[in-house]
């Protein structure tokens, strides 16, 4: 069997790089073992322009909404299903000063397009904890991953691009001008299995500085019209039933919920929140993030036809259509990956 590319993960990675690699009319093979974790399933699925305590515009914000404001419809409406929420966060001032700072940034034009409007009082006060005001955001949402991930299964399934397998990559075979790997053959094969990669011999020696974080699923009866995001997110998905989230943990890997991170999100939420709620149940996985924040993409040192498309972290959303595209570019234009993401930052590691 012959296609352009075979990929291995169907996460946020794979789904997104396969649709886009796809619409420039290149024939893909996606490798995933349902059985194995994924922490795309679970994710919060948010994009937030404006993130950090320090609340300032997320790293290359610009060219990522608009480029995913764009590409996620088109997306919903190929996959026949909606899973793209937009909806305003609001995030409360914790103090004048910070309200003060927010007022004068609201006109900055690298932030007025990113702002819908500032509150200079409690605007969700039967809601939240915002005795001094707070900032209602726009270009802000949340992607339902679990749907959008169910509804991509569908889709290569039915294309017969996708294979419910575990990758063996002892059975990967690297030739001059092509890759084989079980009686498939492929231009390149390109790496999207998040955090699994440091166990794997091509690219397990990428910087990744694995996460593991937690959710609560909880249910009220409080109408949420918006997202609140102070401590933690609080994200409505209908139904009275909201995701809050998240804890970030590098130390222990597993994907076992646990009580210290259940207790953590609780007293974050107790000191946003005055409606009442209860818990619903806890998930947690493991998110391939790096150590400067920023994505590993491009071909590996030695061997050319390998390629890695990992490292998204906890901003997997905002950051994957962009990237997606201009790695689609590289292989089928020869235009450049940024440097900002490029793995050959990382060669002398290899």
Known sequence: MLVDY???GHGLAGSILANHLMNAGCSVMVFDDPTLSN???????LYNPVTGRKMVKTWNADNLFSYLTDYYPKLEKQLGTDFLHDIPIYRPFISPEELNEWMGKSADIDYSSYVKQVHNSSAYGNQVSDDHGGILLNQSGFVDTAKMLFASTVFLTESRSLKNEYFDSSDLKLKADYVEYQGIKGKSIIFCNGHKSLGQQYFGW???RPVKG????????EDLRVIHNRGVFIIPLGNGICKVGSTYDHQNLDENPTIEAKN???NKLNELVKFP??????LAGVRPATMDRKPIIGHHPEFKSLIAFNGFGTKGVSLIPYYAQ???ENLTEARS???????ERYFSLY
């Open 264 to 266: 953590q999100l609780v």
């Open 277 to 282: 709620y209860e818990i619903e149940y806890q």
């Open 6 to 8: 075979i990929l291995v």
């Open 326 to 328: 201009q790695l689609v």
């Open 214 to 221: 937690e959710l609560l699923m909880i249910k009220t009866q």
């Open 39 to 45: 922490s795309s399933k679970i994710a919060g699925g």
């Open 206 to 208: 990428i910087p990744l």
């Open 337 to 343: 990956i940024d440097n900002e993401v490029n793995i």
